[in-house]
């Protein structure tokens, strides 16, 4: 996982519940876009003053990652979760 600011989440520690805004960008794989691939990931802690943003380019990537969050209580919340 990639973090912009050149930090990787792994070093991030913190304790305590934490919570992230995700999104998914994905692309249909046929006319009837009734299968899609994810193509890129994004994610955020809410209330961050560093602002910083964590992506990757395919969802493999992004839940292994999951596992490095800096606390089992982190709460994601995804936009359009339904479609996604």
Do not use: C, W
């Not at 989440?9 to 876009?33: P, R």
């Not at 990757?56 to 709460?75: A, G, H, K, R, W």
């Amino acid at each position: 996982m990639y973090i912009i600011d050149g930090y990787r989440i792994k070093d991030y520690k913190t304790i305590g519940n934490k919570y992230y805004v995700a999104d998914f960008e994905t692309s249909a794989t046929d006319e009837s876009q009734t299968e899609v691939f994810v193509y890129a990931t994004g994610m955020a802690e809410v209330g961050d003053k560093q602002n910083k943003m964590y992506y990757t380019n395919n969802i493999e990537d992004f839940i292994n990652n999951l596992f490095l969050l800096p606390t089992s209580t982190s709460t994601i919340y995804f936009h359009n979760l339904s479609f996604d």
